[in-house]
């Protein structure tokens, strides 16, 4: 069974930078997405990017586009979340997920109820 294991997070101040990482076992689909959410309190969960595993593509949403991206290992054993320019707004718990099937592209595959499988998330605080 897949398992997700997030690091990385913590306390940072405003305009700094963290680099998350999912750490993923006993991934053996042949079609899936790895993505990365995240929640504010009292906000709903927030899709940010994810890699698709048949089209070798990596889609960032608009709203951190230019300050976070998404890289994997060679063995796509861990993925990481590179977090720059932080800002208070960016305060939030951020989690991976892994969907099964094939992901084309665009917004529509950022949807919560698309990833079946999560990790406990890791808490990021940016904050002066």
């Known amino acids: 069974q897949v398992q997700l294991v997030e690091s990385g997070g913590g306390l940072v101040q405003p305009g700094g930078s963290l680099r998350l990482a999912c750490a993923v076992s006993?991934?053996?689909?042949?079609?899936?997405?790895i993505a990365w959410f995240r929640q504010a309190p009292e906000k709903e969960r927030e899709g940010l990017s994810y890699?698709?595993?048949?089209?070798?593509?990596?889609y960032i949403a608009a709203s951190v586009k230019g300050r976070f991206t998404m890289s994997r290992d060679n063995a796509e054993k861990t993925v990481f979340r590179q977090m720059d320019s932080l800002k208070p707004e960016d305060t939030a718990t951020y989690y991976c997920?892994?969907?099964?099937?094939?992901?084309?592209?665009?917004?529509?595959?950022?949807?919560?109820?698309?990833?079946?499988?999560w990790g406990q998330g890791t808490q990021v605080t940016v904050s002066s």
């Open positions: 997920a892994v969907g099964r099937g094939i992901f084309f592209g665009g917004a529509y595959y950022l949807r919560t109820n698309l990833y079946g499988i």
């Open positions: 006993d991934l053996t689909l042949d079609s899936y997405a």
């Open positions: 890699f698709s595993s048949r089209t070798g593509d990596t």
